[in-house]
Structures are given as C-alpha cells and as structure tokens.
C-alpha cells in the first residue's frame, strides 16, 4: 500500500505546483509588456497628483490626438524594427507627403491622397532596395534617404509652408473633427495599430517579418524570400509615413517643408520603450502602442510643469538611452 502511495502523492504535489510554474511562466513572457503597463499608470497617476488639468478629458484627447502621427509613424518603425532594420527616412517621408498633399489638392483625391502616399510608398521601397539589393547598411541607407528627401521637400515648397487651399470637409475631418470625444486622428492611430498587429501575427507576411528578424539565413534556407520581405517591409513603413503625413497636414491645413522632423527618434523610442530590440524578432505593436503613450504622456507632464523644449530634449535623449540600455540587459 506504501508503494503504491507514493508516485500517487507524488503526481498530487505536481499538480498542485504546476498552475503556480505556469502563472511563472506567464509573467516572465508578459514581463516586458507588464511593467510598460505599470509604468505608464503610474505616469497618469504622478501627472494628476502634479496638475488638476492632467486626467481632463479635454487635456487627455488632445496628447493623444497629438501623440497619433508620430503614433502612426511607430507602427512603421515595429515592422522595420522587427526586420533588423531601422529607418531614419520617416520624418522626411512624413514632410514631403505632407508638401506634396498641400500642393496638390486642387487635384482631388489624385491630389490630396494617392500622391503623398504613393511618393511615400515609392521612396520607402527604394530604402528596401537599397538595402536587401545593393546590401547597404540600414543605418547608411536611411540616413541619405532622409537628407536627400528632406532636399526634395525644401526644394517642392521653395522653403515654406504651403496652404492646403479648398481642402475637402472630409480631409479636414482628419485632423480636427472628433466622434463623440474621441479625435478622428486617434481613431485613423488606432486602426493602423489594430491592423499592424493582424498583419504581424496573422498573415504569412507577418510572420516572415519575425523570422527574417531573428535569423535571416535560416530564413532564407526554410524558404522564405527574405530580400522580398525586407522590401516590404519599408514599403510599409514607407505607406504609414505618408499616412500620418496626411492627418498631420488635415490638422494644420499646411504642408509644413519641417513636418516630421525627429520622428524617426521618437518612432525609435517608442519601440525600444515597448520592449523591442535592435537584434530584431522580438516585439509586438501593442508594446509600440504603450511606449508612444508613454512618451507623449510624459511630454505633457513637463509641458504643464512648463520645462523648457530644450531641457524636454535632453530628457528625451536619456529616455532613447536608458532605453537601449534595458534593451540590452534583457537580451543578455
């Protein structure tokens, strides 16, 4: 009886253990996107302590509805972010969608949508080509792609602001227009990161971009067209570029030659605060999400504590590092 006892409370005790290793395993899988969650609350809760107008719904629609370009432009950066790239190009393709979208709005749609995107799309796709073609280094690639554009982009509007002039109730409704309380523009946000996030974990493409990321030959050796992938996956970022382009130039009904500009860094920051790495493979839209929440709460909170631009650039600076640091320290 002895004998037959004991393997039988042996089993018990494994099961009785094994719910606790599992809610383990768990945690330490989510770790990265529970203490984003944890650090964004306590940044609310810190805020509405420091400023009565903090948590207003008035205050809270207005950071997200300016947190939603560069919102848009960070869902780009996750697929490329994932890919083991990087695309320094963002901010300029934001700028010249937004000139040309200005520019040409008195050729209806043709104007106002399919050129700022296409011209978008095409240059991002030229970042791919350069890349996954001539083997370029990411870094190299973009970064002339961004100066180059931004020449394009000064070159286009003569070095000024163009008026959207005549521009259409619903382009307008972009920028300004809300449903209900919520702004339009963080809708269009929202709905880029609900299909960013389809794509990456529901399509073939989208898991390709993770496994092109994590190990690009053995992606290559199982089959997958891995320089077709890297291609595309600047398209995307490209296509998202232009998006936030256009709902930036719907909310100030000009096509600004400096739109853009440094968010590529705060697209990058976004990522890395969400839990990804330069290593690529790793990471997830919904992280991005919280890391663009979290910068543009934390932008507010010092905007009402009235810290100088200036001193809010330096902080963002060591908010890019400390994040690479973490980065790093995760991975080891």
């Not at 383990?24 to 964004?40: D, Y």
């Not at 709902?247 to 705060?266: F, I, K, S």
């Amino acid at each position: 009886m002895t004998s037959i006892n004991r393997p039988s409370t042996a089993v018990a005790g494994a099961e009785t253990q094994q719910p606790h290793k599992d809610i383990k395993a768990w945690l330490t899988h989510h770790s990265v996107a529970l203490t984003n969650i944890l650090a964004l609350f306590l940044l609310l809760g810190v805020g509405s302590i420091l400023s009565p107008h903090f948590l207003s719904v008035t205050n809270f629609f207005n950071v997200l509805r300016g947190a939603s370009m560069v919102g848009i432009v960070s869902i780009g950066m996750t697929f490329v972010i994932l890919n083991r790239g990087i695309d320094l190009s963002v901010g300029s393709l934001v700028g010249i969608s937004s000139v040309l979208m200005a520019g040409m709005m008195p050729y209806g749609v043709a104007g106002w949508l399919i050129a700022p995107i296409g011209a978008a799309v095409l240059l991002g796709v030229v970042n791919g080509l350069l890349i996954a073609q001539v083997r370029l280094q990411p870094f190299i690639a973009t970064l002339g792609m961004m100066i180059f554009v931004r020449g394009l982009v000064f070159i286009y509007s003569d070095g000024s602001p163009l008026v959207a002039e005549n521009m259409p109730d619903v382009v307008q409704s972009l920028g300004s227009s809300s449903v209900g309380v919520v702004p339009v523009a963080v809708i269009v946000f929202l709905l880029c990161a609900v299909v960013g996030h389809f794509v990456l974990r529901s399509t073939i493409f989208g898991r390709e971009v993770y496994a092109v990321g994590a190990n690009e030959e053995a992606a290559r050796l199982s089959g997958i067209r891995t320089k077709l992938n890297q291609i595309l996956v600047y398209g995307v970022s490209g296509l998202l570029a232009g998006i936030s382009g256009i709902v930036l130039t719907a909310r100030l009904g000009v096509g600004d030659p400096n739109a853009g500009n440094l968010y590529e860094l705060d697209a990058i920051a976004a990522c890395l605060i969400g839990g990804m790495t330069f290593d690529g493979g790793k990471g997830s839209v919904r992280g991005t999400v919280v890391g663009v929440l979290i910068l543009a709460f934390l932008s507010n909170i010092l905007n009402l504590l009235g810290i100088s631009p200036y001193t809010q650039m330096l902080l963002k600076g060591l908010i890019i590092i400390a994040a690479v640091i973490i980065s790093e320290t995760r991975k080891r």
